[in-house]
């Protein structure tokens, strides 16, 4: 699977978007992108995924260069509640398992 | 209820004992995954199960470790002879669908496992 680069931390105002960046200049054409989010002391949920259309869903948005090097999970009104680590995982469809390195550390600040 | 579940939620163990960690997929969910996460680290692979069959064991630190399924729903992770080093948080997920589709894994709330 393609490695990630992540920044290790980012802040966010309150109320405002908040652009989580993702480096994957070595996935491959088969490899989707999945973003998950761990708040302390809970397991990792799922927030978004694609291949290499953008996608919005309740939670995000998630923004993927035509050349899929790279992507952005939009989280388009940050709150408190948004504060927590982000993974970004790419990982092509025929394996099964997640490596998720260290993640962003976001935090939204009122 | 609706989610994974874990359990228990904190184990403390002494050293050299053994250990049973349980995990409650979602229900129908195909594929369930174990992963071990170490204080201030993103969640490591362990093993993977399809059904029944464990098809990826290839994450497992040691023979310590020993995870089964055997009727293709409720998973035990078991190690024997606890180390300090497995002190981490150990998480479960499970996915609807068999592992080599593209199907988003959703992941319990994890047991917490301390090594006195």
């Known amino acids: 699977d393609a490695k990630t680069t992540q920044p290790p931390s980012m802040d966010c105002a309150e109320g405002r978007a908040a652009n989580l960046p993702c480096n994957h200049s070595t996935i491959s054409g088969n490899e989707y992108v999945y973003w998950y989010r761990q708040i302390h002391s809970q397991g990792p949920q799922y927030i978004i995924h694609g291949l290499k259309n953008n996608e919005t869903n309740e939670m995000a948005s998630l923004i993927i260069t035509e050349d899929r090097k790279s992507s952005t999970l939009i989280l388009p009104h940050a709150t408190l509640r948004d504060t927590a680590v982000y993974y970004c995982i790419v990982r092509a469809a025929l394996f099964n398992k997640f490596y998720f390195g260290s993640g962003t550390k976001l935090n939204v600040k009122p | 209820g609706a989610g994974v579940s874990q359990s228990p939620r904190y184990k403390v163990a002494k050293r050299g004992q053994d250990v049973a960690l349980r995990c409650d997929p979602i229900?129908?969910?195909?594929?369930l995954f174990w992963y071990q996460q170490a204080l201030g680290q993103g969640p490591e692979f362990l093993t993977y199960f399809q059904n029944e069959a464990q098809l990826d064991k290839s994450g497992l630190p040691s023979d310590r470790f020993f995870a089964e399924r055997p009727e293709g729903s409720v998973s035990t992770l078991k190690i024997q002879r606890t180390q300090q080093e497995d002190s981490a948080v150990y998480l479960c997920?499970?996915?609807?669908?068999?592992?080599?589709?593209?199907?988003?894994?959703?992941f319990g709330d994890g047991t917490r496992l301390s090594i006195l």
């Open positions: 997920a499970s996915s609807l669908a068999p592992g080599y589709s593209n199907q988003p894994q959703h």
């Open positions: 229900s129908g969910h195909v594929s």
